[in-house]
Every structure is written in structure tokens, then in C-alpha cells.
């Protein structure tokens, strides 16, 4: 079965704290892809990552890294130096051939980060 | 700003009403996505249109009605809802539906919260 599982449902850390989101996903697919999106309170989802099952290498952009492993069938993303308007809800994402489609996503349930001053 | 813009943002009807969500994306995409996202469930895949053509029905109810009168535009059509059917109604677009594995990004407007009183 294709699957999601953000297991923290909501995470609350003060300004300045590093933060992982944890994201576990289940696939009978070889090739599939991986997505990190932010949705604020306004609503809107923004993508962040996309990352392809070939690609295990780690990703920087700026305070957000993201670690791919496929030996644990995981997609970890981490904000360093968290900041008040990171407070948003993080989806981890799936697709794939099993999942209906490459353009088909399977989303997580959501972690709620919730960064205090 | 976002590439996918949707309107209204919030919307209250009664269970009697007739009403539509509109979408429109700047992006110059192929394909176009109705999700639904409800408290109690995970973000939903309603309907995918392709060039105009709608290539995915995820067993939505007829009250849900959608019309994709060319690539750009994308509608919702509301009628004789259900107030579970209260959520927020997210819009996407990719630059195309396929079944390869060339996946894309897809990228979602800020959504339409609806509620049916």
C-alpha cells in the first residue's frame, strides 16, 4: 500500500531551535517521488521539495535540509534556526505508479509547527 | 505571489444553494487539480483535468460538480451540499497529467474555505 506517516502531529519550539519533521513512507513502487509542502494559516499549500527515489543525496536550501534514506523508507526535513513564520503545517508527499500516478500525491496527515518568541 | 489564484476565498451556503469556486493559473500548465481538505481527513484528490479533459473522478459525490472550460480556468460547481462537505478546497495545476515518469511539481492556490450551514 502507498503511504504516508508524519507521525508528530504538532511540534511547539522556541526561536532559534533547530526542528525535524519526520516523514515514513510506504511504496511497492521503484521509482516515485517525494514533497515537502508548507500551508500557513492563510491556507495556501507552498511548495518546498521535490525529490526523486534515484536522488538520495541530502538537500541545503538556506535554513531547510532535507534527508533522504532509503533504508529506512524515510524524508526528514529540519529547519535550522527556526523563526516565527516558519509556524505553519508541514505535509510530506508521495507519488507514484501504485499511488494512480506520478502527478497523483498521497499526503501525510500534517506535523503543526508552532515557533514561540 | 501565487501562480494559482482562487476565488472566493471564503464561501458560507446553505444546504440549498447553488454556488461555484473558480480557479485560474498563471503558469501555463496542462493539467489542473480539485483537492479537498477536511479536519478529519488527510488532503483528498476530487478531480484532474488534462488539456480540458477530465481524467480523474476519485468517487466524488454528484453535488460536486467541476468544468474546465479551457487550461487556464478550472470550476466548482456547488449544489445541495452537505455541511460535512465544510472544508477547504484547494485548486493545483502541474504542467501535465501523465502516467510516465517524468513526474511535476504540482502547485496549489490558497484554497476556497467553504461552509454549509
Known amino acids: 500500500a502507498q503511504k504516508v506517516t508524519q507521525a508528530q502531529t504538532e511540534i511547539s519550539v522556541v526561536e532559534k531551535e533547530d526542528v525535524t519533521l519526520d516523514c515514513v513512507y510506504e511504496?511497492?513502487?521503484?521509482?516515485?517521488?517525494l514533497f515537502w509542502y508548507k500551508q500557513p494559516p492563510s491556507g495556501e499549500l507552498v511548495f518546498l521539495i521535490r525529490?526523486?527515489?534515484?536522488?538520495?543525496q541530502n538537500e541545503i536550501s538556506g535554513r531547510y535540509s532535507w534527508n533522504f534514506q532509503k533504508s529506512t523508507s524515510s524524508f526528514n526535513f529540519t529547519i535550522t534556526a527556526s523563526q516565527v513564520v516558519d509556524s505553519a503545517v508541514y505535509f510530506c508527499a508521495l507519488s507514484g505508479l501504485f499511488s494512480g500516478g506520478y502527478n497523483k500525491l498521497i499526503f501525510g496527515a500534517g506535523t503543526r509547527l508552532a515557533v514561540h518568541p | 505571489e501565487t501562480g494559482v489564484t482562487q476565488t472566493p476565498r471564503h464561501l458560507v451556503m446553505g444546504m440549498t444553494n447553488k454556488k461555484s469556486l473558480k480557479c485560474e493559473q498563471h503558469?501555463?500548465?496542462?493539467?489542473m487539480y480539485w483537492y479537498k481538505q477536511s479536519a478529519k481527513k488527510p488532503l483528498e484528490l476530487m478531480f484532474v483535468y488534462s488539456l480540458e479533459e477530465r481524467v480523474e473522478n476519485n468517487s466524488v459525490p454528484s453535488r460536486f460538480s467541476p468544468e474546465c472550460p479551457n487550461s487556464s480556468h478550472l470550476f466548482l460547481h456547488l449544489h445541495t451540499l452537505q455541511p460535512e462537505d465544510s472544508a477547504l478546497y484547494l485548486c493545483?495545476?502541474?504542467?501535465?497529467?501523465?502516467?510516465?515518469?517524468?513526474?511535476?511539481?504540482?502547485?496549489f492556490g490558497e484554497g476556497s474555505w467553504l461552509t454549509v450551514v
Open positions: 525529490r526523486n527515489s534515484f536522488d538520495e
Open positions: 503558469l501555463g500548465h496542462n493539467a
Open positions: 511504496t511497492r513502487d521503484t521509482t516515485y517521488y
Open positions: 493545483a495545476s502541474s504542467q501535465d497529467w501523465d502516467q510516465g515518469i517524468t513526474g511535476n511539481t504540482i502547485y
